[in-house]
C-alpha cells in the first residue's frame, strides 16, 4: 500500500470514531502531536505530585493524612499508565524522563504555583482537579485507544479526588473566621491560574486545529473555560467564598458568565521558566532522580547475578 | 497501673510507632528513587498509617476521657509519645530507610502475628489485618537489603554505614515494662522475650546473604517506654502538629 492509501484507512478510521491502536499506520505529525501530549501528561502528574506533597507531613488530621497520602500516590500512578502509554508510540521512558529532567519537556504550568496555605490542598482538589477532569472527560473519547483507556481510569480517580478536594474546602469554608479566611485566600491565588490550566485562547491556540481534527482534542480551551467557570461560580457561592473578578457577571444571552481573562502575560512567563517554583520543581525531580542512581545501580547489577548464582 | 490503664498505655505505644514511622515513610512521597518505588513505599506508609489510625482511635476509645485519635496525635508533647526510637531516626539514603524497615517488617510479622491471637477482640482484629500487609513490606525490604549487600560496592557500603546507625536502636523493640507484665497475665499482650530468639535468627540470616557483619555486643540505646526520646522527635511533632496547635478549636 502507499501512503496515500494508509491515510484513507487512517482517516476512514477517525470517520467511523474507532480506535486508532499503536500497531495501526498513523501520520507522523499525528504520532508526534500525542508523544508530546501524553508525555507532557505523564510529567504534570509526576511534578504534581510535589506541590502537595509539601503538605502530606503537616495535614492537620490522621484522616486528612491518610487522604493525601493517598491522593499523590494516585498521581505517580497516572504518570506510571500515561508514560505506558507514550511508550506504546515508540519513546521510551528513559527519554521522556531525560527530557524533563533537562528542562526540555513541558508540564502543567499551574504546579509551578507554591502551595503556601493547607487550604491550597483543597483548592487544588477542587478547582486543579476539576479543570484537569473537564480536560479529561474529553479525552477519554480521543482517537488514541491506549490514552483513550488509561484516561478512562485516571477520570474516575480525578473525580473522586475533585470530591475530596471540595469536601476539604467545605471545612473550611464553613470553619473557624481564620479557616474561611484561609479558603478565600486560596481561591483569590488559584482562580486565574486554573483558568489557564485550559490553554491560551483559541485565536492564539497553535496545536488546535490538528488536534481536534485527529480526535485528540474534542472541544475548543475557551469553551472548556466557560463551561468550567459555570460550573465553579455556583460552587463558590454555596461556600460563602467570592470569586476574586469584579467583572464576573451572568449573561443571559449566552446563558453563561462573562469572566476576566487570566494574565496572559503570567501564562507565558510561568511557560518559560518564570514561576516562583519553576526552579525548584525541577530541582527536586533532578535531585530524587540522582540520589537514587545508586539504588537503580544496585538493582541492575543485583538482577545481573542472579542468572549465574542459578546456573552455578 | 490498672488494667485499663495499661491497655491505654499499650495501645498508645503501638500507635505512636505507626504513626511516626508512617510520617518518616512518607518523607519519601514524590522524592523516591524511581517512580515504581516511590509508589511502593508510599503504598507501604499508607498501610501503616491505617494501623496508626485504628490503634489511636482505638487508645481514645479506651482512655474515655473524650480524646479524640486526633487529639492524641495532635495535642501532645514529646515527653508524651512513646514511638520506639528506630522509628524516629531520620530516613538518611534508601539504604538507611530499608535497613530501618527491615528491622521493623521483621519484628512486627512476628508481633502481629502473635497480637492477632490477643485475647482483646479490637487488637486481635487490627493484627490480623496488619499481618497481611506485613507480610507484603516484609518481602519488598528484605529484598532491598539483599540487593544493596549484592549489588555494587556503593550499595554494600552504604547499607554498611546505615547498620552500623541503627544497630543500636533494635535492642528496644523487646523492651517490656510493667504494662506488658500485667496484659501478659491477661492474655492481651505478646511476650516480647519469645520474639527476640525468631527475631534474631531472621535477622542475622539476612544481613549474612547481605555480608553484614554483627558486633558481638552493641550498646543498646533505650528510653521510650518512659516517653525519653532521640533529638528527631521534637521536630518530627513539630512540622506534624503545626496546624492544629495554630487553631485548636477547628475541625479539619
Redesign the interface.
Known sequence: MDTAKFEEVFEAKLAKNDFIEPKDWMPENYRKHLIRQVSQHAHSE?VG??PE?NW???????????VL??K??DE??H??YL?TAAESLGISRDEMLNALLTGKAKYSSIFNYPTLT?ADIGAIGWLVDGAAIMNQVMLQRSSYGPYSRAMVRICKEESFHQRQGYE?IT?LAF??P??KAMAQDALNRWWFPTLMMFGPPDRESPNSENALKWRIKRETNDQLRQRFVNQTVKQVEYLGLTVPDKHLKWNEAKQGYDFSEPDWDEFKNVIKGNGICNKERLA?RN??HS????????????GK?QPEKEAA | MNSNEALFNYTLRLGDTS?ILA?RL??W???????????AL??I??DI??R??SL?EYAAQIEGKGRS??DL??FRNEREYFNALIVEQSNG??AKTMLRQAFIDCFDLLFYTELAKSKDSVLAGIAAKSVKEITYHKRHSFSWI???G???E??AS?LQHAFDELWQFTGELFEMTETDTILIKENIAVDLATLKPMWEKEIQELLREAHINIPETTFMQKGSRQGLHTEYLGFILA??Q???RM?P????
Open positions: 509526576i505530585m510535589l506533597g502530606i507531613t503537616r495535614a492537620p488530621s490522621l484522616r486528612a493524612k491518610l497520602l493517598a499523590v500516590q505517580g500512578g504518570g506510571l508514560y493547607w476539604s471545612h470553619g473557624t481564620e479557616q527536586s535531585k530524587a540520589e537514587g542512581a545508586w539504588v537503580r545501580a544496585a538493582a541492575e547489577a543485583y547475578k | 504513626l510520617q512518607s518523607e512521597t514524590g522524592h523516591g528513587p524511581f517512580l515504581e518505588e516511590d509508589l508510599t503504598n506508609a499508607l498509617l491505617g496508626g489510625k489511636l485519635a486526633d496525635a495532635f539514603d534508601y539483599k540487593r544493596f549484592n549489588g555494587t556503593e550499595s552504604r512540622e506534624m503545626t496546624l492544629p487553631h478549636t477547628a475541625k479539619w
